[in-house]
């Protein structure tokens, strides 16, 4: 077992993406949207998965509802224009960032024969991805394989370095998740704090 120093287990490795796995998990992991998607676990840690309406469950919105959802808030756009997902396809993890649009970057996995390929997807395009964005593997990926093969697709410390933030600002900026890696979030935020060391984070505030 690979340990960081934070006690993060990066050799963790999900049973499976696919079917078997809880209809909560399968769902969270379908919403694009990002605040449909923590309204969805709201619901879903209150007990109330019944409660769950077709907006709020929907994989992704129709052009018209998505012009409505954004006239409500722009924020309220993260994560509704990633591409949509190929029917076997089910996103692993995700970066949200507190951008005016609340952008969203992920990771897909789907079956291809024997393997399991993954492609990392951003709401633009791929505009702000780098030129490694798929690959493969015979089984679920670790948790340290999860974050070098997002971290290289995704470059979240460049996003970092040109918001200009500090080590508080750049947790405050990004929202990790992911419904088969409970440590996911804390690995990513560990990285926060070895790309913002403590010293430079004590200058910006003195």
């Known amino acids: 077992m690979t340990m960081s120093s934070d006690g993060i287990d990066l050799d963790f490795r999900p049973k499976a993406y696919f079917w078997p796995i809880a209809a909560e ?8 949207g990002a605040a449909r998607r923590a309204e969805a676990a709201r619901l879903i840690a209150a007990g109330a998965f019944d ?26 756009m993260g994560g509704e224009y990633l591409p949509d997902r190929a029917e076997t396809e089910i996103e692993i993890a995700r ?10 970057t992920s990771v897909y996995a789907r079956r291809q024969g024997k393997r399991i390929a993954y492609r990392v997807v951003d709401e633009y395009g791929g505009d ?11 089984r679920p990926l670790t948790l340290g394989e999860l974050r070098q093969f997002f971290l290289t697709a995704w470059r979240l ?8 933030l500090d080590r508080e600002g750049a947790h405050d900026f990004v929202r990790p998740s992911s419904a088969f890696y409970p440590q996911f979030s804390q690995l990513i935020r560990l990285r926060i ?11 910006v505030h003195s």
Do not use: C, Y
């Open 128 to 138: 702000t991805l780098s030129a490694v964005t798929r690959r493969t593997s015979i």
């Open 51 to 76: 409660k769950l309406d077709n907006f709020l469950a929907a994989s992704a919105l129709s052009e018209e509802d998505r012009r409505s959802w954004g006239r409500i808030h722009p924020s309220l």
């Open 95 to 104: 970066i949200n960032i507190a951008s005016t649009t609340s952008d969203v």
């Open 193 to 203: 704090d070895e790309w913002i060391p403590i010293a430079e984070a004590d200058e």
């Open 25 to 32: 998990t399968h769902v969270l992991a379908t919403i694009k």
């Open 157 to 164: 410390d460049e996003v970092l370095q040109m918001n200009d």
